[in-house]
């Protein structure tokens, strides 16, 4: 019997020693001093012995009863947080990180807001286009020339990803009938290659208002409007006559180059001026093709690159800084 005691004793003290926090040593004393525990199944066993050492091996029992709550208790000090936790309430909290606005985005909205003032809704396209959305319906027929301003991915004969988001405008006139004032943002694709000024991939938004009696002068006076929201009340702009087969007359907006002033830089080649973009009327055989009556309606279009007024506003040199995704040029935004 003694021997029985001294086993168990050595048991527990090892099983204690072993330990690694409160609830492993919860458990251990549930086992052992628990009301069903081992300790308490040792005392059933004093019936069957003799009376006159029933007395002796119930003290040995109660005394390493005694001995085991002490050494579990000694153990649990270990388990005991050295100083209470302090919380401090007046520490200032921990920034989190907030990201930026991309330039390219930062560009979207202003014009959004701006066409979207002026009475400009949103319409959208497909990126894959129809040859008839992007080029025939825009009076470029397959053996056009002005096709070579638009080199083009194409994907099959008759398929391509679009070089301009002008087939927005013809997908809305075939579809809605006049009066049409709309805003085309979004991504085109050309097969040129990376370098400081041209990219596969870039931003367009376009805007297109047909109506009865739309004229030339009104186009102007938006430009105006344009010119002075984006870049400021002093900038200075020209409309210089160009040519677009979409468009008749056609025009090319050139603003007063906002890094020199119009003195003369290196961002204007010495020029003082800017191109912005092409602007003019919907040439009458865009309005046929879509059987709106050219005789009812007119209508002007203008066409403005994103990346080129990001880099006008922003003096930036380089359009690739758009697309490397570098944390510390976008941080600056
Ligand atoms: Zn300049």
Partial sequence: ME???RILRKQIQALFEKTRDKDALESLRIKYLGRKGEINKLFKDIAQLPVEQKRTYGNKINQLKQDINQALKA?????????????????????????????????????????????FSI???????????????????????????FSSFYIKDDLLLRSHTSPVQIRVMENQKPPIKIMCPGRCYRYDAFDASHAPVFHQIEALYVDKGVSFGELKWLLSKFVKFLFGPKTKYLLRPSFFPFTEPSGE?????????????????????????GCGMVHPQ???NVKISTKEYSGYALGIGIERVAMIKYVI???RVFFNNDIRFLEQF
């Fill in 3 to 5: 021997e029985r005691l």
């Fill in 75 to 119: 153990r649990l000090q270990k388990f005991q947080p050295k100083d209470k936790e302090k919380i401090d309430l007046l520490l200032p909290g921990k920034k989190p990180y907030i990201g930026h606005i991309h330039p390219l985005s930062k560009i979207f909205d202003e014009l959004i807001m701006f066409f979207t003032n002026f009475g």
């Fill in 123 to 149: 319409a959208t396209g497909p990126e894959i286009e129809y040859d008839w959305y992007n080029f025939k319906a825009l009076n470029m027929p397959r053996d056009h020339p002005a096709r070579d301003m």
């Fill in 253 to 277: 907006l050139v603003i007063s180059c906002a890094v020199c002033g119009g003195s003369g830089c290196s961002v204007c080649g010495n020029s003082g001026w800017l191109e912005l973009g």
């Fill in 286 to 288: 865009v309005l046929k």
């Fill in 317 to 319: 040199d380089d359009i």
